[in-house]
């Protein structure tokens, strides 16, 4: 279907003044404009009801929706907004619900991907935001983290430190492992990491951060071989070089702490997320649930 010659859709770049700009730019052609006068007030209409601006094809604008689209354009202008101004406000609101309309008709909610997506998009976020708004009880939290212990614990750390000596190709490999070796016996003999690493070791492709860090955020900076030789260290304790696939590792552990549990007002901000987010996830399945049970659904014995 070929769509008609129409001015372009008015889209909400956020609430208020950037919604109030868009609006404006589309300006305000003198046959819309009376087409607006007659829909607000012609004569012999039934009588708009309370907070609504205007009525278009049965369909009410909201004088709240209407304010607020003012107050963002006066929020913009230093001197605020006259009458004329205001009357285009509300003709591009009107221009907008009619182009919404039109767009029904059309069947874009259906045939176009992108509407599709942004008006499912929409619905979840609005059955998720009424359950994520939600403030739970302290014993909602106690309850839920008796089902969800893995938010009351936190991973173990480790901060840990390296000599690195890097193989670029074979023939770098027998100097690169004597140095590894030299750096361990001097470390364990207790001589300055510092001095040590500058003596022997070459600067690091991605520095290790002089902090404890979880296991998962290791693996980034040292790799798996490496990694699995550092969790089997104890506090102090240096190891032989390890090869990986760019060098050789000599690994200092300096302070490790073990999986600990939190106290539950520790964890209450990660506790309250994932509360709000399991919340939000059986709202919107219970939503979806009704969905199926009320429509008429039918499907092939034989699915492709």
Partial sequence: MVVPDLPAPVRSRSPGSRRGAVLLALGAGVGIVAAAVGLVGGAGRRALPAGAVA??????????????????????????????TRRQVLDRLIDEELLVERGLELGLARRDPRVRKDLTAAVIDAVVAESADRQPSEAELAAFSGERPDVLRRSGRLRVRQVWCRVATAADD??????????????????????????????????????????????DYLGPTALRTALALEPGA?????????????????ERRDDAELPLGEARTELLAEFRRRSGERALRDYLDALRRRGEIEVTPTPP
């Fill in 55 to 84: 009525r278009i094809n049965g369909q009410l604008i909201a004088a709240e929706e209407y304010e607020r689209v003012v107050a963002g354009l006066a929020f913009d202008r230093r001197d605020g907004v006259d009458a004329a």
């Fill in 174 to 219: 027998a100097a690169a492992l004597a140095r590894a070796r030299d750096a361990a016996a001097r470390l364990r003999h207790a001589e300055d990491f510092a001095a040590v690493r500058d003596a022997v070791g070459d600067p690091e492709l991605a520095p290790l951060p002089d902090t404890l860090l979880p296991p998962v955020k290791l693996l």
């Fill in 238 to 254: 240096v190891s032989d070089p390890v090869r990986s696939r760019t060098g050789y590792h000599v690994l200092q552990v300096i």
